[in-house]
């Protein structure tokens, strides 16, 4: 028997996954701020079915395809932003690119590519953010995937502005002198 692709390693760092039967767990990740909110879901999501995370990275149209791989570097800092959330989760990923198309062509075409691309893993869920690119946010994703038949999709909210924690210091704990930097002599 084969040993499963969610056991953690022994160093704890993120791994890439072997894409073989099994049935990941799909994040749509747009460059946007919600890419953190979508794929600690998805993760979640892994952790629980013991099963890695399909990370697409979702490309523009006007980035050259030719230049463009899961190891290339406009990839790497797309998946850069959301490994520290996903990585302690100790699931496998399998990194892939998914280049939207030119133009503003039919409103469901980029949606059901991207759903053919997850099919094509055999993922049965994508996670997606509730706002994204053309044709690309989770209510054309849901649309798309239920005139074709296609995988579950999940729709995440863009996460809240959460102020900053830093304590703030009462009147009595200022420094002595000016505001304005002046040097006291």
Not at 35 to 62: G, N, S
Not at 78 to 87: C, E, S, T
Not at 114 to 120: D, E, G, K, Q, V
Request: glycine share 8%; net charge positive.
């Amino acid at each position: 028997m084969t040993r499963l692709l969610s056991h953690p390693h022994r160093d704890g760092a993120p791994r890439l996954a072997r894409a073989g039967l099994v049935q990941p767990v799909a994040a749509v990740l747009t460059d946007r701020i919600d890419d953190v909110a979508v794929a600690e879901a998805a993760a979640r999501m892994a952790l629980a079915r013991r099963v890695p995370l399909l990370l697409i990275a979702v490309m523009p149209p006007h980035v050259r395809r030719s230049s463009l791989g899961p190891a290339s570097a406009a990839v790497r800092a797309v998946l850069a932003r959301v490994m520290p959330k996903v990585g302690p989760h100790a699931t496998g990923h399998i990194p892939e690119v998914f280049h939207l198309p030119p133009g503003n062509g039919p409103r469901l075409a980029a949606a059901k590519e991207l759903l053919a691309l997850t099919t094509r893993h055999r993922a049965p869920d994508v996670v997606a953010a509730r706002r994204g690119p053309h044709g690309l946010d989770a209510f054309a994703l849901i649309e798309a995937s239920a005139l074709r038949g296609g995988p579950y999709v999940h729709a995440v909210a863009p996460t809240s502005w959460a102020p900053l924690r830093s304590p703030v210091p009462l009147a009595g704990d200022l420094p002595t002198g000016s505001w304005r930097g002046d040097v006291q002599r």
